[in-house]
Nanobody, 128 residues
Framework: QVQLVESGGGLVQAGGSLRLSCAAS????????MGWFRQAPGEERDFIGA??????YYVESVKGRFTISRDNAKNAVYLQMNSLKPEDTAVYYC???????????????????????WGQGTQVTVSS
């Protein structure tokens, strides 16, 4: 079981940067693939990317601009967002997917229903 606490959201102008942090509590944090999602008002909660034991994945719309990293010693995952655009405005969520023993540790789940735990969300607003 794990609890996720997010921070780092805020208001930024187009072209600016933000770094979101997600701090996790619980045993064996490294056993989780950590994903990032975002949801704009009236929209679906969409997958952005994730980091597994040894791989990262990003959707095309953020590739080259966003970077996901993790620090297992600190039980934390980060989303570095550069070159932000107004269309990036959304509530951002981190989520944890438990990697079962015997499964591919580099599997990247894209479906929100594959994630077991969620942060509370943090607002990112990008102004033009």
């Amino acid at each position: 079981q794990v609890q996720l606490v997010e921070s780092g959201g805020g208001l930024v102008q187009a072209g600016g940067s933000l770094r979101l942090s997600c701090a996790a509590s619980g045993r064996t944090f490294s056993s989780y693939t950590m994903g990032w999602f975002r949801q704009a008002p009236g929209e679906e909660r969409d997958f952005i990317g994730a980091i597994s034991h040894g791989a990262t994945y990003y959707v095309e719309s953020v590739k080259g601009r966003f970077t996901i990293s993790r620090d297992n010693a600190k039980n934390a995952v980060y989303l570095q967002m550069n070159s932000l655009k107004p269309e990036d405005t959304a509530v951002y969520y981190c989520a944890a997917h438990y990697v079962r023993r015997g499964h591919d540790t580099d599997y990247i789940p894209h479906d929100k229903y594959e994630y077991d735990y969620w942060g509370q969300g943090t607002q990112v607003t990008v102004s033009s």
